[in-house]
């Protein structure tokens, strides 16, 4: 979902609620999921691919329906270090409707 209204995007259908398998998707009031629902779009998320590069500005949230993200901070030596995961229990690039802003981490998917 972009700040503009724009799709959100998951790696399920855009189907009813109680289809997803996303477990915030399934856990929203029915009217959250009501408005959020037709701006959902369905994407692949194969190994590597790269959801929010750091300090580039979010544009979609991605609600996994299968797999796990990994947020990866870079240390000045060029090392990663991984700040955090998101599987199908959350939401990657909540940047993208709160703030326009950018992350300090790369956030990718790790998991199939």
């Known amino acids: 979902?972009?700040?503009?209204?724009?799709?959100?995007?998951?790696?399920?259908?855009?189907g009813e609620q109680h289809e997803h398998r996303n477990r915030l998707l399934r856990a929203l009031p029915a009217e959250d999921f009501a408005w959020l629902q037709p701006r959902l779009e369905p994407v692949a998320l194969p190994v590597r691919t790269?959801?929010?590069r750091a300090g580039e500005p979010v544009e979609h949230m991605y609600f996994p329906e299968a797999g796990?993200?990994?947020?990866?901070?870079?240390?000045?030596?060029?090392?990663?270090v991984e700040v955090g995961t998101i599987g199908t229990e959350g939401v990657t690039g909540l940047q993208?409707?709160?703030?326009?802003?950018?992350?300090p981490s790369e956030t990718f998917m790790q998991v199939p």
């Open 50 to 52: 790269v959801l929010a």
């Open 68 to 80: 796990v993200a990994s947020m990866v901070n870079r240390m000045p030596d060029g090392s990663g």
């Open 96 to 103: 993208a409707i709160l703030s326009g802003g950018s992350l």
């Open 1 to 14: 979902m972009r700040r503009d209204d724009g799709p959100a995007t998951s790696t399920g259908l855009a």
